[in-house]
């Protein structure tokens, strides 16, 4: 039996940003799978030569992928895109790059996409009302829920809200959400990662986890009923414990992933232990989503002096999953 090749689609993000530079170093590189980029092919060439890097852009055809070449789909800028130099005018050129991205998932043309830096103020400065990826991605797709998670070799880490200001997130964290968030990490954590028997901490929100209801009542109120509702269906679920200690190696021993209750509560450990080597993942859409961990890094755009250790471990973490995947759809035909 022939080896499945995932078919992988990179949006190169803010044009201004690192996002091109890193699609040119990753036609360098050797990856297990047929990759197109969506960009501007003038762009590209115009990045490649300046950081002295041999690639030949070509027009994508399902190549397999081959270092020194990089297969694109072609999206044109709207103006000449200068490294460093943020311009409102390309900012719906980034955006669509990755709705043409993200319709090739949906209708089974790719497997997975990777996504590059993009600058969510040079769009909204633009007038497009942008929150992100993951919430852009979600709607494109009609997908009322998504879950955001990163993750390094060695740690998962979701989150049950995202963009939100601190004195909105208490609100938010209802049973419903909780619920949904819950069961969707444990679904993909199943079908994405092969954990048949996902090991879930959860966070609490408070300090110490409400202690006891005098640091706050959503542990007692919302999050604990919840757990218990779902342990109670068979799922592997530990918590609510207090975040300050959660990420310490005895915890971290017993869990596939952590959930956190709000952005800062759980990925600046993350970061601090992989930042550079993370990926960005969105659980929950129809279709396979990874991206770096890091931003656009406008100042080093062009200089050749930037990481790429986040963007090759999303496009390897992407062509993982997306192998999985196919495995398991395999495994439910044969059945």
């Not at 990179?10 to 990759?35: H, N, W, Y």
């Not at 991206?291 to 471990?313: K, M, P």
Request: proline residues 5%; aromatic residues 4%.
């Amino acid at each position: 039996m022939s080896k499945y090749l995932p078919t992988l689609i990179m949006t190169a993000g803010e044009p201004a940003g690192i996002g091109p530079d890193l699609a040119v170093m990753a036609s360098q590189k050797e990856f297990d799978c047929r990759l197109a980029v969506c960009a501007d092919p003038a762009l590209l060439t115009e990045r490649a030569d300046r950081l002295g890097i041999a690639v030949s852009i070509v027009e994508w055809n399902k190549q397999v992928h081959k270092p020194g070449r990089l297969a694109v789909i072609p999206v044109m800028l709207n103006v000449p895109a200068k490294a460093g130099q943020l311009n409102t005018a390309n900012a719906s050129y980034v955006l669509n790059t990755l709705q043409r991205a993200a319709h090739g998932c949906l209708q089974g043309e790719f497997d997975a996409l990777v996504t590059g830096p993009l600058q969510k103020s040079v769009i909204n400065d633009a007038g497009i009302n942008f929150t992100g990826h993951t919430e852009f991605l979600a709607e494109l797709s009609r997908t009322s829920r998504v879950v955001m998670m990163l993750a390094t070799d060695t740690l998962r880490v979701a989150l049950a809200t995202t963009h939100l200001p601190l004195r909105d997130v208490s609100a938010q964290i209802t049973k419903e959400l909780l619920s949904e968030v819950l069961l969707i990490l444990h679904h993909d954590l199943q079908t994405k990662f092969d954990l048949q028997q996902p090991r879930i901490v959860v966070c609490g929100l408070n300090p110490h986890a409400g202690e006891g209801g005098h640091l706050g009542t959503e542990e007692i109120d919302v999050i604990e009923p919840v757990v218990e509702a779902l342990r109670m269906q068979g799922m592997n679920i530990i918590g609510p414990l207090p975040a300050d200690t959660v990420f310490v190696p005895r915890q971290l021993e017993q869990a596939d992933a952590v959930l956190a209750m709000y952005h800062d509560q759980g990925l600046p450990v993350l970061k601090h232990a992989g930042f550079g080597n993370a990926v960005n993942i969105t659980l929950g859409l129809p279709f396979i989503r990874t991206s770096v961990d890091h931003g656009t890094a406008l100042q080093l755009a062009g200089s050749g002096n930037i990481e790429t250790g986040s963007l090759f471990q999303a496009l390897n973490m992407a062509i993982s999953m997306a192998a999985m995947q196919h495995q398991q759809l395999d495994g439910t035909r044969s059945d």
